[in-house]
């Protein structure tokens, strides 16, 4: 596609679930990055990924979350039991490496219930 | 570890008015500084880029200027307009990428 994808775009889950956030970046791009917004707040970091380095996985708030990159391409953020503090807007950027402009998805909205 | 703040975290203008928008940041070491704005409910829109060799960026209304030494830039908004009513954030590239909290603007008609 043309921009950033990310999928679903809203997600209603029970607490304790596990649940999988999707990303695909732009086609060609090295670097994805993945940040937490929660509601009236910044951009939190989470983990980014460069090609075939290892990611900066420094973000993650707890070993609860983690998130792999498939063939350089897809990426999918995991919450495992889910708490009602992971309620926020998951957003996903990538760019054609690292330093080079980002171009951001429209988020996944996750609601912890 | 990189720290961003953006200064006024909120600002309320009447229309017409030129205005400025500060960003800050604590390592230097940068490869790039890019600002983004957020419409409420939406993704980020990427604004502008500043390379760290270059000093400034403009695009219609808006400039962009970078001074990585001092760890300082400012986004600098023309003859505002309702339109340009939003959120603003500035992302520093280094290692990875880190944003400010933002500053959220009000254009009054």
């Known amino acids: 596609g043309a921009g950033v994808s990310q999928s679903p775009s809203n997600k209603v889950t029970e607490k304790g679930k596990d649940v999988e956030l999707r990303c695909d970046p732009i086609s060609g791009h090295t670097a994805l990055y993945w940040y937490r917004q929660s509601l009236g707040q910044g951009l939190e970091f989470l983990i980014y990924f460069q090609g075939n380095s290892a990611p900066d996985k420094s973000g993650l708030p707890s070993d609860r979350f983690s998130a792999e990159r498939t063939g350089g391409s897809v990426s999918t953020l995991t919450i495992q039991r889910t708490q009602q503090e992971d309620s926020a807007v998951y957003l996903c950027?990538?760019?054609?490496?690292?330093?080079?402009?980002?171009?951001f998805g429209q988020g996944t909205r996750l609601t912890v219930v | 570890k990189q720290e961003v703040t953006q200064i006024p975290a909120a600002l309320s203008v009447p229309e017409g008015e030129n205005l400025v928008l500060n960003c800050s940041f604590t390592?230097?070491?940068?490869?790039?500084l890019q600002w983004f704005r957020q419409d409420p409910g939406k993704g980020l829109t990427s604004l502008l880029l500043?390379?760290?060799?270059?000093r400034e960026q403009t695009s219609g209304r808006l400039n962009a200027s970078l001074d990585k030494s001092s760890g300082r830039s400012t986004l600098y908004i023309a003859a505002s307009q309702p339109g340009d009513s939003a959120t603003y954030l500035c992302a520093v590239i280094g290692d990875d990428m880190r944003f400010g909290a933002g500053t959220r603007l009000t254009v009054k008609p």
């Open positions: 950027a990538s760019s054609p490496r690292t330093a080079l402009e980002a171009f």
């Open positions: 390592d230097s070491a940068i490869y790039n």
């Open positions: 500043i390379q760290s060799s270059q």
